[in-house]
T-cell receptor, first 106, second 113 residues
Framework: LAKTTQPISMDSYEGQEVNITCSHNNIATNDYITWYQQFPSQGPRFIIQGYKTKVTNEVASLFIPADRKSSTLSLPRVSLSDTAVYYCLVETPLVFGKGTRLSVIA | DAGVIQSPRHEVTEMGQEVTLRCKPISGHNSLFWYRQTMMRGLELLIYFNNNVPIDDSGMPEDRFSAKMPNASFSTLKIQPSEPRDSAVYFC???????????FGQGTRLTVV
């Protein structure tokens, strides 16, 4: 049984804010929520990690409600170079699901 | 640090041959992971090590696959004998601990013909 569920794909225009939501209904008390980004022909790259509430870094923001059963990765003002697959993970060690394929259109 | 280094970047081999993939983790990292990625199955965790000791190899597909980590700076993933269905991109990753940020190598694209 998959521990995370996220949309298979999303499309967005350049300059828009993109929000990708991930469901993790069975998250354990000590699980952190981590997001990775993968470009074609490259390995995944860490974006952001959080436990609860809101986390922000230079790349993205991560919103986690109080019940922690879901999380939302927010990418502000996306560009063409943000086209990639985005993975939401809650397990240790890292177990990747299918991810969300984000396509940014000019 | 140059990051996680994998070799070779590309490997083409004939069915039945032995294949060895190599990985040099980031210095000071205590956890090392081997993944396989295909279009059909996505990114699969094959095995991971903590402090050079294999912790979980339940993702290793079958006995043809084996992995070693003789020291903190080197790991190998061996397939013997190789089969066409082993064709995939194999990634190695390392992290300070098993639940901290993982850094991935560029991967080895394996083609078995």
């Amino acid at each position: 049984l998959a521990k995370t569920t996220q949309p298979i794909s999303m499309d967005s225009y350049e300059g828009q804010e993109v929000n990708i939501t991930c469901s993790h209904n069975n998250i354990a008390t000590n699980d952190y929520i981590t997001w990775y980004q993968q470009f074609p022909s490259q390995g995944p790259r860490f974006i952001i990690q959080g436990y609860k509430t809101k986390v922000t870094n230079e790349v993205a923001s991560l919103f986690i409600p109080a019940d922690r059963k879901s999380s939302t990765l927010s990418l502000p003002r996306v560009s063409l170079s943000d086209t990639a697959v985005y993975y939401c993970l809650v397990e240790t060690p890292l177990v990747f699901g299918k991810g969300t394929r984000l396509s940014v259109i000019a | 640090d140059a990051g996680v280094i994998q070799s070779p970047r590309h490997e083409v081999t004939e069915m039945g041959q032995e294949v060895t993939l190599r990985c040099k983790p980031i210095s000071g990292h205590n956890s090392l992971f081997w993944y396989r990625q295909t279009m059909m199955r996505g990114l699969e965790l094959l095995i991971y090590f903590n402090n050079n000791v294999p912790i979980d190899d339940s993702g290793m597909p079958e006995d043809r696959f084996s992995a070693k980590m003789p020291n903190a700076s080197f790991s190998t993933l061996k397939i013997q004998p190789s089969e066409p269905r082993d064709s995939a991109v194999y990634f190695c990753a390392s992290s300070l601990t098993e639940n901290t940020e993982a850094f991935f190598g560029q991967g080895t694209r394996l083609t078995v013909v």
